[in-house]
């Protein structure tokens, strides 16, 4: 619980100082490329916007795949090429101008309906959203330190996009990284 937007985003700030990102940088990467060459709609040159990139694996998957991708983070630490410093609840890019929105941090959202509404605003018409997400509390997973929004069921998160307007295309499992 946090007592103003501040001490939310300062709270997310810390957490890249505390994580040693080395070995997942590189498993995640393979991982996330493996999967996303499945879904079949990324071609070479399409525009990917990634949310709460960290230091920007999510990025160099896509990169790896020919898209031009970029990353925003409240903390994109130093010296970070793949990603700017940006906060998904007010995203500084245009309206209508990115195809792809990627994100796997939605439970460090402050308040989920601003980020889906920012996420629709950016997106292009016939734009693709890629959510990974962890299960809820009923399907066994338990929010961490830095998790400041949470779900019971993973189809109660799913609902909330599609009763923003969203549809859903494809839908799978997967066991890692969560």
């Known amino acids: 619980i946090y007592t103003s937007y501040q001490e939310y985003l300062d709270h997310q700030k810390e957490k890249l100082e ?3 990102l080395s070995e997942y940088d590189a498993r995640y990467r393979h ?3 493996a999967r996303l060459q499945k879904i079949g709609r990324l071609q070479r040159g399409t525009s990917v916007l990634c949310l709460g990139a960290r230091i920007g694996t999510e990025v160099k ?3 790896d795949l020919g898209c031009f991708a970029v990353g925003i983070d409240v903390n994109p630490g130093r010296d970070n090429q793949y990603v700017v410093y940006g906060d998904f609840h007010v995203i500084q890019f245009a309206s209508s101008s990115v195809d792809v929105v990627f994100t796997n941090c939605l439970d460090h959202v402050l308040d989920l309906n601003t980020v889906i509404e920012e996420i629709g605003r950016v997106m292009k018409p ?7 997400a962890v299960k809820g509390s009923c399907e066994g997973e338990v929010p961490h330190q830095y998790e400041s929004y949470w ?3 993973i189809d109660d998160l799913l609902n909330q996009f599609q009763n923003s307007g969203f ?3 494809g839908r799978h499992s997967f066991e890692y990284p969560w």
């Open 18 to 20: 505390h994580l040693d």
């Open 31 to 33: 991982v996330l490329r």
């Open 61 to 63: 998957a896509f990169l």
């Open 126 to 132: 016939d734009g693709l959203l890629i959510v990974e």
């Open 151 to 153: 779900w019971s069921h």
């Open 167 to 169: 549809r859903l295309v």
